[in-house]
């Protein structure tokens, strides 16, 4: 069971949804809980659909006041007369089912956290449900026509009220539809939420660490000295909020900024310290207020605390535009830079975020190069016209990494790319991707045999050389950097996994991130660290192998195992396999793992142990289609070769009898085979197996 799918793997997704519903339904049965099914689809789709990371097992109290106050009232329609579902009660069901089956992300808020996130806001769901101007453009239209008679569910009938409405004949509220789209046209609403790029886990040092270099960070002493400067007392400026030259020419010489100021008549003229002020203004450090500069008295805890200081300036650089790179005087423009400005920014920070190696400048410029492509209609211009407006957009990105740079937030080097960067072969891309590729992506991706022309090709192989002629610039994220571009990834809902961060998460909770987040390197890491932390090898490794024996669902059980497995020490994953095929409860997934690591042949297992992994591939291939309708059918595809081998798995002592007994229960229905024939089936087998040969170990 994964808890996180791509936007675009929609039968996965619904397959999944599917089978964690009907277990959420039963169990909730068995608890006294409420549970409505459809609502609780409709809960996971709101987490599938609408949020930028798409985790199904974690619930802040962000997303339960978006699901109850916009996501419902926007997307379900309650008819007059129809029974409203609990929302906030299914979705307490829901939250208590994820835990008790191991489900939820331990990254996340607690359980009692969570229920009181719902409690604060459900009074508010029912009033939120019923204010239309909350309503999806979908909805209001079904409302407008249930409320004028039209049966909603006669799709005929609805047809001929929507083609009314196209010729103006349908009353309807003006007001209420003016406020929804104009809801959509402002990005409110939720239904066009992109899913992020999911990003690597990064290793940081302590904050102790990170403090030590951002103190030796020269802007962050200069922008800690301007405050002080300016005190509490303040300091007199122009009308225009510019320092006064005397005041100027002091301040350049306390901050060390390097302005010349030999011949400099006016204030603006110095650029880095215009830059300074603007940069301590805009990080909330210093104020101008009544023809004075003052140090804003509540930023002395971040003044004080370099680290603070340092996030402080890195965040404040997203508005830094005009002070960058704006246009000097009425002579100049901006460039194209200047109109994306914090959205290029956030690009290049998050395509530099975990990157293994750092990124060459050619790639990186080419990259926010098909940004601007893709925000301004070029299509008018000459060659040599584009050329120049990139020309003057380039600039403009070095200027913005040269305040990066200088601040500590990324390093510069000269080498040689990294072959991640070279042309990415997409040879097996098959024609139809290359056919619908932009000619502006195949030439960035260097996909020269995709390029629509010659000289789209040549500019192809144009990049390629100069990635592969020599050295040229590399840029990363420094550590701070990458502290800092997490903690906006963690603010804007996104999945930023960081090593280390779940030393004290349970055994369960530590497999399942594993298994769905991180790479075989992180996990590694992570993995030791979590056993480093409980003091004790092998009672750890007992956690670890019991999480995985009570998970609940198969395929979520073999993929921690795997994971397991893999992120031990060289030697230690295939020992442990060994012993654990020897485990009544786990010797399936072993035996399973074995197997697909070429450990063990088919030849080596008994007869026992191939009806356990008989057994164990059959309800794994039943939670992989959905369970119900979605197994039936994949067991009624089989054919008839299906009733022998479920006769098989049934007869095994798979250790999962509950899941068995629903196996049974989907291959009679699929298979039009009664449950008691599978009995006898299994007899038969007995008694033609009596003087079978027994299977080498």
């Not at 519903?21 to 409709?42: I, K």
């Amino acid at each position: 069971m994964r808890m996180r799918f791509e936007p675009e793997a929609e039968e996965e997704f619904e397959a999944a949804r599917g089978l964690l519903v009907d277990r959420l339904v039963r169990w909730a049965g068995e608890q006294g809980l409420p549970a409505d099914g459809y609502m609780a689809e409709t809960v996971l789709d709101y987490r599938h659909l609408a949020t930028a990371d798409g985790r199904l097992g974690l619930w802040e109290s962000r997303h339960v006041e978006e699901l109850l106050l916009s996501w419902l009232p926007q997307q379900v329609t309650e008819l007059a007369g129809e029974e409203h579902a609990d929302a906030p009660g299914t979705l307490r069901t829901l939250l208590r089912y994820l835990h008790a089956a191991q489900l939820a992300d331990p990254r996340g808020p607690s359980l009692q956290d969570s229920l009181a996130a719902v409690d604060r806001v459900a009074e508010q769901h029912l009033a939120a449900m019923t204010d239309r101007t909350r309503w999806g453009l979908a909805k209001f239209w079904a409302m407008t026509a249930a409320e004028q008679g039209v049966d909603v569910q006669d799709m005929a009938a609805f047809q001929r009220f929507a083609d009314r409405a196209q010729r103006g004949e349908v009353a309807y509220d003006q007001q209420v539809l003016a406020a929804i789209m104009e809801r959509r046209l402002t990005g409110r609403a939720l239904s066009g939420v992109a899913r992020a790029e999911p990003q690597l886990p990064v290793l940081l040092p302590p904050d102790d660490e990170l403090r030590r270099r951002a103190e030796a960070s020269t802007t962050v002493a200069q922008l800690r000295g301007l405050a002080e400067w300016a005190g509490q007392g303040g300091r007199p400026v122009t009308a225009t909020g510019r320092l006064r030259m005397a005041e100027a020419r002091e301040l350049v010489d306390v901050l060390g900024t390097g302005d010349k100021i030999e011949g400099v008549r006016s204030s603006a003229d110095l650029p880095r310290l215009g830059l300074l002020m603007e940069w301590a203004k805009k990080a909330r450090l210093v104020r101008v207020v009544k023809g004075r500069l003052y140090a804003v008295a509540k930023a002395r805890p971040v003044l004080a605390d370099p680290l603070r200081l340092w996030l402080r300036a890195f965040d404040a650089c997203f508005e830094l535009r005009q002070a960058l790179i704006g246009a000097r005087s009425g002579w100049h423009v901006e460039s194209m830079l200047f109109d994306v400005y914090e959205d290029v920014l956030d690009d290049v920070l998050n395509t530099l975020y975990s990157l293994p190696y750092p990124m060459p400048w050619p790639r990186l410029r080419d990259t926010v190069h098909l940004a601007y492509r893709t925000s301004f209609q070029l299509d008018a211009g000459l060659d040599l016209q584009h050329r120049m407006w990139f020309e003057h957009a380039d600039r403009d990105l070095r200027a913005v990494l040269d305040l990066l740079d200088d601040l500590g937030a990324i390093e510069r080097d000269r080498g040689m790319a990294d072959p991640v960067f070279l042309d990415i072969d997409l040879s097996d891309a098959g024609p139809e991707l290359l056919a619908d590729m932009p000619p502006e992506l195949a030439e960035l991706l260097g996909v020269a045999g995709a390029a629509t022309n010659p000289a789209a090709r040549e500019r192809a192989d144009a990049r390629r050389e100069e990635l592969t002629a020599g050295p040229v610039e590399l840029i990363r994220l420094t550590e701070l950097g990458t502290r800092a571009v997490r903690q906006r990834l963690l603010a804007a809902g996104r999945d930023a996994p960081l090593v280390g961060e779940l030393a004290q998460a349970s055994a369960a909770g530590l497999l399942g991130v594993l298994a769905e987040d991180y790479d075989p390197d992180a996990a590694r890491t992570e993995l030791a660290g979590w056993i480093t932390a409980r003091g004790e090898r092998e009672g750890a490794l007992r956690q670890l192998t019991d999480a995985v024996r009570t998970m609940t669902f198969r395929t979520r059980a073999q993929a921690t195992l795997d994971v397991l497995l893999a992120a031990l020490p060289d030697g230690e994953g295939e020992r442990l396999l060994r012993t654990l095929r020897r485990d009544t409860q786990l010797a399936p997934l072993a035996l399973n793992a074995l197997a697909h690591r070429e450990l063990l042949s088919p030849e080596d297992m008994t007869d026992a142990e191939s009806l356990l992994v008989l057994a164990e591939s059959l309800l794994q291939l039943v939670e992989l289609a959905g369970g119900g309708d979605g197994a039936e059918e994949t067991l009624r595809a089989q054919g008839p070769q299906a009733r022998d081998a479920v006769a098989a798995a049934l007869d095994s002592a798979h250790p999962d009898r509950a899941g068995l007994d629903e196996l049974r229960q989907l291959a009679a229905r699929a298979l039009g085979t009664h449950g008691a024939r599978f009995g006898r089936a299994r007899e038969a087998r007995r008694s033609s197996d009596k003087s079978g040969r027994k299977r080498r170990r």
